[in-house]
């Protein structure tokens, strides 16, 4: 089962430290959710993890093994993929232009009509694992937010995944298509990918999360089962205070 460890991560933006050495470890096959206030550091870490920043200290190991992540495509190569809390799809594009943008890069000089075809396949298996029911031309700008969600899920699946990292993804999205987040989260887990799942929704951490990191202030504060802890001790180590002192 895969492993990840992030350990003793530092990072400051212009001189103001936002993570304070933060501890996570994730494993293949389980769903650990990131919880914090706003302004805690959960995305901030997540981008650290998927090489959108340098960590100031600390180390981060796949299976044991310590990576330097020089960016994104680093992140991507060792299996670490981050859908981000802003949607990052290009609107004036069609869906199967914007799933097929990640593999430009690689086939750039050399895309032939048979790997085009190929390509084409893969895009509606894609669209059938995440449950879109739309024609690969239409123009992402027409999608509704939760179809555009299962769009970047799509293309982040495009690639071979073993820990995928959704930054507050039910943000957006009305009941049911929480619940179809939740059928492909679980479908994830089935295939051991190891999932980070940032919400502060606590029902929702409840209904899909195997374990939850609380983050506070740029620490990580604690790490439990959720089969194990209750909504008021996670609400207190978010906020740093008893519940009954929540609103002084
Ligand atoms: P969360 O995702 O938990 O809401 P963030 O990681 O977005 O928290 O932000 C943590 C802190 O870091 C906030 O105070 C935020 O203003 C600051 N921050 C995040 N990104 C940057 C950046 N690129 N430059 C400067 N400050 C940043
Ligand atoms: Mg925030
Ligand atoms: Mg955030």
Redesign the pocket.
């Known amino acids: 089962m895969p492993r990840l460890e992030m350990r003793e991560i530092e990072k400051s933006?212009?001189g103001?430290q936002?993570l304070r050495k933060v501890n996570l470890s994730v494993e293949g096959g389980e769903v650990h959710a990131l919880l914090?206030?706003?302004?805690?550091?959960?995305?901030?870490?997540m981008k650290t993890l998927a090489g959108v920043y340098h960590p100031d200290a600390g180390e981060i190991l796949i299976d044991g093994a310590p990576q330097k992540f020089r960016g994104v495509l680093d992140s991507r190569r060792a299996g670490i993929t981050i859908i981000h809390?802003e949607l990052n799809l290009f609107p004036n594009l069609s869906i199967e232009e914007n799933l097929l943008i990640g593999y430009e890069d690689e086939f750039r000089n050399a895309i032939g009509w048979i790997q085009y075809s190929r390509l084409r396949s893969r895009v509606r298996e894609l669209l059938d694992r995440v449950g879109l029911d739309r024609d690969p031309s239409t123009p992402v700008s027409v999608l509704g937010i939760g179809e555009r969600q299962l769009v970047e899920i799509a293309r982040a699946l495009q690639q071979e995944v073993r820990f995928l990292i959704m930054d507050e993804p039910t943000a957006a999205l009305t009941d049911k298509e929480t619940r179809r987040l939740f059928e492909i989260i679980r479908d994830l887990k089935r295939h051991e990918v190891g999932v980070i799942y940032?919400s502060h929704r606590l029902e929702e951490l409840f209904a899909i999360a195997d374990r939850v990191t609380v983050?506070r202030d740029?620490m990580s504060v604690g790490t439990y089962s959720m089969r194990a802890v209750s909504e008021d001790v996670l609400v207190e180590r978010m906020v740093g205070r008893s519940v009954e002192n929540r609103y002084p």
């Open positions: 933006f212009s103001v936002v914090g206030e706003n302004g805690a550091g959960k995305s901030t870490l809390q940032i983050l740029g």
